[in-house]
């Protein structure tokens, strides 16, 4: 097995919360970085609000430091989904649909600044997986994170790039 070491970020935050925005429900990924405790879950835009007044309710009343790390699928200057068989009616609903997400993820980052919350807007992970895309599957992500319990595509990325953020390593077999 071979180790691929990721990014450390220069300033070290005690939790992170990683987003990965979607119109109808944004995966969330909690991290804590000492203990490597994972949880994630799938919040519609109006319970994400929430749930970062609650973030950081718990950072000031714990003292320990949060950062939020939003998936900037829009740092990414040509964002083409189309296939080949695609006609106009999809390359359109395919545009609109993304236009939305990335409208949603900057919404986000937008709330998080408002709240007084450190935020990062993270340039989207290469997809190299096993799953639909290249994306990572429950089975990868159980690999290398331990996380237990059934998990959805937007939650296993959103929790991807919190562990990422963190800098702890990935695990993969060499191909």
């Known amino acids: 097995m071979e180790a691929i070491q990721m ?6 935050y005690d939790n992170i919360v990683a987003i990965d925005p979607d119109v109808d429900k944004s995966g969330v990924a909690y991290l804590k970085r000492a203990t490597r405790q994972l949880e994630v879950s799938n919040l519609t835009f109006p319970q994400l609000l929430d749930y970062l007044q609650h973030v950081k309710q718990v950072r000031d009343n714990e003292g320990e430091s949060v950062i939020i790390v939003v998936e900037a699928g829009w740092l ?4 083409w989904h189309l296939k080949s068989k695609d006609n106009k009616k ?20 937008e709330m998080c600044k408002h709240y007084g919350l450190d935020v990062h807007e993270q340039y989207p992970l290469k997809k190299s ?3 639909n895309e290249g994306k990572i599957t429950h089975e990868e992500l159980s690999s290398i994170t331990g996380l237990m319990g059934r998990t959805n595509q937007e939650a296993r990325d959103a929790a991807l790039i919190a562990w990422h953020y963190a800098g702890l390593p990935i695990r993969l077999k060499a191909m």
Do not use: L
Request: charged share 25%.
């Open 7 to 12: 990014i450390y970020h220069s300033k070290k």
């Open 76 to 79: 990414i200057s040509s964002n």
């Open 129 to 131: 997986w096993k799953g």
């Open 90 to 109: 999809i390359a359109s609903a395919k545009g609109n649909s993304t236009g939305r997400n990335h409208e949603v993820g900057r919404k986000i980052v």
